[in-house]
């Protein structure tokens, strides 16, 4: 009886949009213990709008986007895919770098025609340099107001900032709420992003813990650490999640719109861009659990 009644909650959750790999991971979504959480494109939309461009003096506003999105064009995270929107939108032409690589969680760095192209995080960008004087007041706009701030260094000089409005999904308090009644005894926010913007967002969700500016593989140890205490959820949508996704005891991917390579690191995979259906996949697992003990 006990696989029939899995392939069964397999099946009603693929009917909602969640597609869960095997049935090991039904069992161990009913016993959800620790739950950690990425922002950027999984508490966050993923859909971000630009709302300013801050180029550095000599560089006009039109050309500082063509130089972010000329990069941005070859990665697929959430703010990238803003950035590209923005470009052409505006009718920005955009030719292929000759050269390009992305840094999980920091940004990409390429050449493009013979100059050396930095975007992404401020520490990516300027690479441990001074920020110049004129773009203080938009790096500290960047914290109070949450938003997300993409930097574009050209020749190791700084071109210009930009800010992208990126809202906290609807559902996603109220996800946090009920996967807490479920079981999760403990959520932590794990982010690339900085510590002032994880923190605004971590407690407006009133998340219990923050850990901000997290490489992939911090990322990774923090879950590791965390499975002595019980059964480890890890929800993200991007490319730096990917290991911790894969050291999770349930790794959940934001399938419709996260990276490729987070899809494949988990066993649960989100088909429909809504945090609730995680909140269903796990009821339905425990219902599934006290049918078949
Ligand atoms: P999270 O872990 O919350 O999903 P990420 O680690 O993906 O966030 O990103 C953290 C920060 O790194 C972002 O806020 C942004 O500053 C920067 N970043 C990462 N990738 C990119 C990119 N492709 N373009 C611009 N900024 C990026
Ligand atoms: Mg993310």
Not at 170 to 185: I, V, Y
Request: charged letters at 20%; glycine letters at 10%; aromatic letters at 2%.
């Amino acid at each position: 009886a006990v696989p029939v009644a899995l392939v069964c909650a397999m099946s009603r959750c693929a009917q909602q949009g969640v597609l869960i790999k095997h049935g090991g991971a039904l069992e161990k979504l009913a016993q959800l213990h620790t739950l950690f959480v990425d922002k950027t494109g999984t508490l966050t939309s993923g859909k971000a709008h630009l709302v300013a461009l801050h180029p550095a003096p000599g560089i006009g506003a039109d050309e500082l986007l063509r130089l972010a999105a000329l990069l941005e064009q070859m990665s697929v995270h959430a703010i990238a895919q803003a950035v590209v929107s923005a470009a052409l939108e505006r009718g920005i032409d955009l030719a292929l770098p000759e050269q390009v690589s992305e840094s999980p969680g920091a940004g990409l760095s390429g050449r493009v025609q013979g100059r050396a192209l930095r975007v992404g995080s401020r520490d990516h960008v300027l690479q441990g340099a001074a920020l110049p004087a004129w773009a203080v007041p938009f790096s500290e706009r960047i914290g109070y107001d949450a938003v997300a701030g993409v930097y574009v260094a050209i020749e190791g000089r700084l071109a210009g900032v930009l800010l992208l409005a990126d809202e906290v999904r609807l559902e996603a308090p109220r996800a946090l709420r009920l996967l807490r009644t479920l079981g999760a005894q403990r959520i932590v926010m794990l982010t690339g992003d900085r510590h002032d913007v994880a923190t605004t967002i971590g407690r407006a969700l009133g998340v219990d813990e923050i850990l901000a500016e997290q490489s992939p593989a911090s990322k990774l140890a923090a879950i590791t650490a965390a499975r002595r205490q019980g059964v480890t959820m890890m929800v993200g949508d991007g490319v730096n999640d990917a290991p911790a996704l894969a050291a999770a005891d349930i790794g959940v991917a934001m399938g419709a719109r996260g990276a490729a390579a987070a899809a494949e690191s988990a066993q649960v995979v989100l088909l429909v861009d809504r945090l609730d259906r995680l909140v269903l996949a796990v009821q339905l697992a425990q219902q599934t659990r006290r049918i078949a003990l």
